[in-house]
């Protein structure tokens, strides 16, 4: 019986992994070609651009969603129904802080005002130069989403 479920509990594991793996190889595919083709600086123009119609305040507001608070916020209400859930997503922040916090120092890749005109530049809140890769803003973010499919 025991045996019966958790071999139905891993082939509903690999079911969901064969959902998501598409996604990852298509995000790949584009990280490959960015790469290949040299396209961070046209991206970034282009996306900085953008806050010239849609204004600062959206810009401003968006980059609150990759706050470490505001993740916890939005997993606190689930602490009651769907405890596992909850320790799952603080097990997993606290893997990504590491490895964000690790890598950021040792990468150490400069930030747009460091290498681009900043007088062109769209620029939102303090203008910081130096350890851009890994985003720790992404990283949660990202964090947050791979707990809730994980639980879908």
């Not at 806050?51 to 968006?62: D, K, M, P």
Request: aromatic content about 10%.
């Amino acid at each position: 019986m025991l045996i019966d479920y958790l071999h139905k509990e891993s082939l509903d594991v690999k079911k969901r992994n064969l959902i998501v793996l598409p996604d990852i190889v298509v995000l790949l595919l584009l990280l490959v070609i960015v790469c290949l083709f040299h396209l961070n600086t046209t991206l970034f123009w282009n996306i900085n651009r953008v806050s010239e119609y849609t204004g600062s305040f959206l810009w401003a507001n968006l980059t609150i969603l990759g706050d470490a608070l505001v993740a916890a916020v939005v997993i606190f209400p689930f602490i009651r129904k769907k405890p596992q859930l909850v320790w799952t997503a603080l097990m997993a922040a606290v893997v990504a802080a590491l490895l964000v916090h690790t890598l950021k120092p040792l990468l150490d890749v400069a930030r747009p005002a460091d290498v681009l005109d900043n007088d062109l530049m769209n620029k939102i809140g303090p203008v910081l130069h130096r350890r851009a890769f890994p985003s720790g803003h992404t990283a949660t973010i990202f964090t947050l989403i791979g707990v809730f499919v994980m639980y879908v």
